[in-house]
């Protein structure tokens, strides 16, 4: 089984980036599927959600109309839209697998996680 991050970088404030979880192993469309972020220093929060066939989303306060979580049960992968980076997003932001969606704030319920990929947001 395997989550595999990519697409992080530096990028200047007011930037994008598109992030990537490709996924092995697994059935992927019995998953729904997270992002999660770990500033430094702090805690691993939810960024956004999406239900296993895609029609359910949702997305954190803080990056609701910049971030957009979307997947692709052909090609086994979950991505993460970001626009308008400020630097406050800056964090290792891993994807996650969860059967329920009423644990998906529950970090210790998740089956699989990645490895995450590094975003820093900076000019």
């Known amino acids: 089984v395997q989550l595999v991050e990519s697409g992080g970088g530096l990028v200047q404030p007011g930037g994008s980036l598109r992030l990537s979880c490709a996924a092995s192993?697994?059935?992927?469309?019995?998953?729904?599927m997270t992002w999660f972020r770990q500033p430094p220093g702090a805690e691993r929060e939810l960024v956004a959600a999406?239900?296993?066939?895609?029609?359910?989303?949702r997305h954190v306060d803080s990056v609701k109309g910049r971030f957009t979580i979307s997947r692709d049960n052909v090609k086994n992968t979950v991505y993460l839209q970001m626009n308008n980076l400020k630097p406050e997003d800056t964090a290792v932001y891993y994807c996650?697998?969860?059967?329920?969606?009423?644990?998906?704030?529950?970090?210790?319920?998740?089956?699989?996680w990645g490895l995450g990929t590094q975003v820093t947001v900076s000019s």
């Open positions: 192993g697994f059935i992927f469309k019995d998953y729904h």
């Open positions: 999406i239900e296993n066939f895609g029609i359910g989303t």
């Open positions: 996650g697998a969860v059967r329920k969606w009423a644990d998906i704030r529950t970090m210790d319920n998740y089956d699989y």
